[in-house]
């Protein structure tokens, strides 16, 4: 079992260099990843963009562009549609988003005929540490899916236990969150969380132990959960945490960041090859770090 960032790094150097599509390349933080992860035999990369910027960050970097191939796009658009492009193709095995919106990069892998859909939701997922915490805590969805009714929340789930699948976690526990541990009917995430540990428990959601509503402190500690008196499979040691909404999910994300200080890896899941998508402002180790998750992801 993969049980910190540490390890998913390292992980990620056994595997295969993947070539990743990066749109709208010219961004330092994003260059340092693909940089270092090229350098730890990580990853190769094909740089779409504005040429001029990206030359001029990557001699900031010492980063020697002989070593990839440019592709001049300055127009962020047609930036993103043509990264996206070069996977769909097959020219590129991963597309990573770079300094443009999220909005841009999901639209582009969503585009009907040149994008990466294969008839799957797609969602995001986001990786991390908890100090004081066994193992890698999965947080879903804080970027993509805004609204997700309780079949989409299916879906977000079973993606995010292939993130679980490649940390090597069996049956993950599944925290459906909401504000409190009690069903509500005026607060409709406890609704839906009720329904989805009702449907693992009778098999309609399967390899997984899903509980809720449990309130975050419920989900990620015992001794909250016992002070309680919540007696469950997850509270505690929740493996994946699910959001209500994207508000909730990525305001966690970013305050993990930045209250917590911590490292998060993030890629988009359910597309036909991996979407390295981190948050503009996310430093460049959470950059590489999200490679390391989509490489170590890659099925054999
Ligand atoms: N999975 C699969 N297909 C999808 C999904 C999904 N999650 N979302 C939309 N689609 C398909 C729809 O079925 C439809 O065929 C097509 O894509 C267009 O769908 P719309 O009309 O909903 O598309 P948009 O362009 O209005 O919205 C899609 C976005 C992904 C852009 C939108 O959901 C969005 O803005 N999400 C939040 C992104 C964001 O701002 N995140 C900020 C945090 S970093």
Known sequence: MIKDLDELLERAKQKEAKKIAVAVAQDDDVLAAIKAAKEAGIADAVLVGDEDKITSIAKDLAMDLSDYEVIHEPNEKLAAKKAVELVSSGKAGAVMKGLLGTAGILRAVLDKEKGLRKGKLLSHAAVAKIPGREGLVVLTDPAMNIAPDLMQKVEIIKNAMEVTAALGIEKPKVAALAAIEKVNPDMPATMDAAVLA?????????????????????????????????????AGVADILLAPDIEVGNVLYKSLVYFAGLDIAGVLLGAKAPVILTSRADTARTKLLSIALATVMEKE
């Open 198 to 234: 009702k449907m693992a428990d009778r098999g309609q959601i399967k390899n997984a132990i899903i509980d809720g509503p449990l309130a975050l402190d419920n989900a990620i500690s015992l001794e909250a959960a016992n002070d309680k008196g919540i007696k469950s499979a997850v």
